[in-house]
């Protein structure tokens, strides 16, 4: 079965750092997403992606966090200076058809910033 | 912001008998509703979904009800399978109104003993 892939598993960096998070959607799908998890809390939209611009975002989704489609696989999620509260588990999903939200997600991204 | 409610945090039942999840949400405007799984290091897994024209949609041992008036839904699992231990999360979307995001509950754990 297709899966959406994630990298890495895991990263740690040191605050004011820059990070970006990797994920490769299901190559058909044509709309992708990054949601968020932060630990004990619930899973929240960040942004939505399709035709190569942004056609939603949340509060969240402040000037630090930018998505690139840098290629035809890869579907990424930048965030410029991390804060301590960026700590979290970041997911990735992709889906063929808008409004088909049973979207497939990755298995996540556990950022830790230090 | 609760606007999706998942009340229990968990819920223990035995094989072979009926699981019921809840869920409660405050938004109206929301017009599709759906359930995913997840286990432990992985992502959401979409389960089943209904849109708010409905009120109930089966896929095999999977039903999920929808009762608009009392903005209530609930995840019926018949019967019940230790495999099927996991975290459930309900999620909402106004994809009526044109927004592209989920917004999720909490999540109740679900353990099915043997």
């Known amino acids: 079965e297709p899966e959406v892939t994630q990298t890495p598993s895991h990263q740690v960096t040191q605050m004011g750092q820059e990070v970006i998070l990797r994920c490769v959607p299901i190559?058909?799908?044509?709309?992708f997403y990054w949601y968020r998890q932060i630990l004990g809390q619930k899973v929240e939209f960040l942004v939505s992606?399709?035709?190569?611009?942004?056609?939603?975002k949340s509060e969240i989704f402040d000037d630090q966090f930018s998505v690139e489609r840098p290629d035809g696989s890869n579907f990424t999620l930048k965030i410029r200076s991390t804060k301590l509260e960026d700590s979290a588990m970041y997911f990735c999903?992709?889906?063929?058809?808008?409004?088909?939200?049973?979207?497939?997600f990755g298995s996540g991204t556990r950022l830790t910033v230090v | 912001d609760q606007q999706v409610k998942q009340n229990s945090p968990s819920l223990s039942v035995q094989e072979g008998r009926i699981s019921i999840l809840n869920c409660d949400y405050t938004?109206?405007?929301?017009?599709?509703f759906l359930w995913y799984k997840k286990y432990p290091a992985e992502g959401p897994t979409f389960l089943i979904s209904?849109?708010?024209?409905?009120d109930k949609n089966e896929d095999g041992r999977f039903t999920v009800f929808l009762n608009k008036s009392a903005k209530h839904l609930s995840l019926h699992i018949v019967p019940s399978q230790p495999g099927d231990s996991a975290v459930y999360f309900c999620?909402?979307?106004?994809?009526?109104?044109?927004?592209?995001?989920?917004?999720f509950g909490k999540g109740t754990k679900l353990t099915v003993n043997p």
């Open positions: 209904i849109s708010s024209i409905k």
């Open positions: 992606f399709y035709n190569n611009e942004i056609s939603e």
């Open positions: 938004n109206s405007m929301f017009d599709y």
């Open positions: 190559s058909n799908h044509l709309y």
């Open positions: 999620a909402a979307s106004e994809g009526g109104g044109g927004s592209e995001k989920l917004v």
């Open positions: 999903a992709s889906s063929w058809r808008q409004r088909n939200y049973g979207y497939t």
